[in-house]
């Protein structure tokens, strides 16, 4: 096969690709402007309508607002530390960053249910013993989320740490900077493109989880995935395609935004120009 001939099929295959990723996406946002009350998804749409953007009840916009609070804080407490972790492992013994680098890496191979499942057992057993009740709670819910969003953290900002950075941290101390200016002026800037892909990755995966937060959730207000998938179990709702997109344009503007802060558009296919 020749150079162009393999070219096209690599092309072929990329462009399949991504239509097959894309294509439900857009099926979604398109059945979304649906006008008609129709008992399932219709695509393509009859006719063009904001209807049931117009008709989102309120609990998927409280949802949306406690997942994002959520997430945010989530990610916030994963990158802090992650950063802590991450810059231990790399400053630590051969023999202990193996063992740390298998411990943090753990939670990423228990399935999400066993987590969600063992923290509801973990936090009745707290509830029972010291009156702490964290299940549908907040900051239960925050914890449960640390547990597998940390590795995302620590893998994503242990990248980035290189050895050009302790020589430069020990440069820096040689020449008389305190260590409030080391941080400030070496790690942090150095550590910038991991911590805020770490926080990137973090928020993403604590915003759509589904597995863990179901069982941690007790009336009242809950997640907007969780809500969704309550919903759908039981019925079709036509603003679920509404509010799913508007969750997809808000990741995408995010997506974006993360790209333009940690400079990933630089190495991106096709940007390099921009150098």
């Known amino acids: ?3 162009r001939a393999s070219r096209l099929l690599f092309g072929l295959i990329a462009c399949a690709t991504y239509l097959f990723m894309v294509a439900p996406l857009l099926v979604i946002a398109a059945a979304s402007l649906d006008g008609s009350a129709s008992a399932y998804i219709r695509f393509p749409p009859e006719s063009l309508s ?6 989102i009840p309120q609990k998927y916009w409280l949802s949306l607002a406690l997942s994002f609070a959520m997430a945010l804080s ?3 407490l994963s990158t802090l530390l992650g ?3 991450a810059l231990g492992i790399a400053r630590g013994s051969a023999r202990g960053n193996a063992w740390l680098t298998t411990y943090f890496n753990l ?4 399935p999400f249910v066993v987590t969600g499942v063992v923290f509801l ?4 057993i707290l509830a029972e013993a010291m009156g702490l009740d964290l299940v549908g709670r907040f900051w239960g819910l925050v914890i449960a989320h640390l547990f597998f969003c940390v590795p995302y953290a620590v893998g994503a900002i242990g990248s980035v740490i290189t050895a050009d950075l302790d020589r430069n941290e020990n440069a820096a101390r040689i020449a008389g900077a305190t260590e409030w200016r080391v941080l400030r002026r070496i790690t942090v800037p150095a550590l910038k493109p991991g911590l805020f892909s770490g926080f990137f990755f973090a928020f993403i995966v604590s915003f759509g989880d589904v597995p863990v937060s179901v069982f941690l959730v007790s009336g009242g207000t809950a997640p907007l995935p969780v809500e969704i998938f309550q919903t759908l179990q039981f019925d079709y709702d036509p603003t679920v395609l509404a509010i799913s997109t ?4 808000l990741s995408a503007g995010f997506v974006v935004a993360m790209r333009k802060l940690t400079g990933l558009d630089i190495v991106m296919p096709g940007s390099s120009s921009r150098r």
Not at 107 to 110: C, D, G, K, S
Not at 246 to 249: A, K, N, P, S
Request: proline share 4%.
């Open 1 to 3: 096969m020749s150079g």
């Open 50 to 55: 904001l209807r049931w953007y117009l008709a």
């Open 74 to 76: 989530a990610a916030a």
């Open 83 to 85: 950063t802590l972790a």
């Open 107 to 110: 939670p990423l191979q228990i």
């Open 121 to 124: 057992q973990f936090y009745n």
């Open 246 to 249: 508007i969750v997809l344009l």
